[in-house]
């Protein structure tokens, strides 16, 4: 079965770090551009950050530049965030997604992220 | 502020037709191609439901569909069913600076 399950949100303090993993299954992991997308509870959808084959690529929306890092590992079909510097506006469900072209074919569940003091 | 632009509701009965637009600029919906649809019911994942404008992935009905002209974007449900009430989200491609945009979602209510 084709799944994708992210792991690792929480509750943090603003100023806080916290890493996301995202485990996929089902499909040959590292022949796909892969993505992070959030949304705010009861928001819209968010595109955060993406990350080509091989991590070769990187690219992120501006809100999160200099402050998440996004990175895989295909050894482990396995795909992460990590957050630094987090801020109230940063709190959402944070999803992983496989590309396919210019759009996301498949999705998690989801993580919540909770950023509050 | 969402970059692209969507009416926040729109209904329709039971087999008629819904037509929901996405209006951007030429930077992401008018200069690519690249304009995706999301189907989302209420506590669940996000599902593609239309890609590079007008092609549906495997399993998604024929009653969806999706067009373009111009900078504004649309997706058309036809022979509305009990289970298309959901909100739906376009999304674009965006050149200038290589990141991806979305709509702020249009929830469509099946009356």
């Known amino acids: 079965e084709v799944q994708l399950v992210e792991s690792g949100g929480g509750l943090v303090q603003p100023g806080g770090s916290l890493r996301l993993s995202c485990a996929a299954s089902?499909?040959?992991?590292?022949?796909?551009?892969m993505t992070w997308l959030r949304q705010a509870p009861g928001k819209g959808l968010e595109w955060v950050a993406n990350i080509k084959q091989h991590g070769s690529e990187t690219y992120y929306v501006g809100s999160v530049k200099g402050r998440f890092t996004i990175s895989r590992d295909d050894a482990k079909n396995s795909l992460y965030l990590q957050m630094n510097s987090l801020r109230v506006e940063d709190t959402a469900v944070y999803y992983c997604?496989?590309?396919?072209?210019?759009?996301?074919?498949?999705w998690g569940r989801g993580t919540m992220v909770t950023v509050s003091s | 502020q969402s970059a692209l632009t969507q009416p926040p509701s729109a209904s329709g009965s039971p087999g008629q037709s819904v037509t929901i637009s996405c209006t951007g600029t030429?930077?992401?919906?008018?200069?690519?191609?690249?304009v995706s649809w999301y189907q989302q019911h209420p506590g669940k994942a996000p599902k593609l439901m239309i890609y590079e404008v007008n092609k549906r992935p495997s399993g998604v009905p024929d009653r969806f569909s999706g067009s373009k002209s111009g900078n504004t974007a649309s997706l058309t449900v036809s022979g509305l069913q009990a289970e298309d009430e959901a909100d739906y989200y376009c999304?674009?491609?965006?050149?200038?600076?290589?990141?991806?945009?979305f709509g702020s979602g249009t929830k469509v209510t099946v009356l």
């Open positions: 997604a496989r590309h396919i072209g210019w759009a996301f074919d498949m």
């Open positions: 089902g499909f040959t992991f590292s022949s796909y551009w």
């Open positions: 999304s674009s491609y965006e050149g200038s600076n290589i990141i991806y945009v």
């Open positions: 030429n930077s992401d919906v008018g200069g690519y191609n690249y």
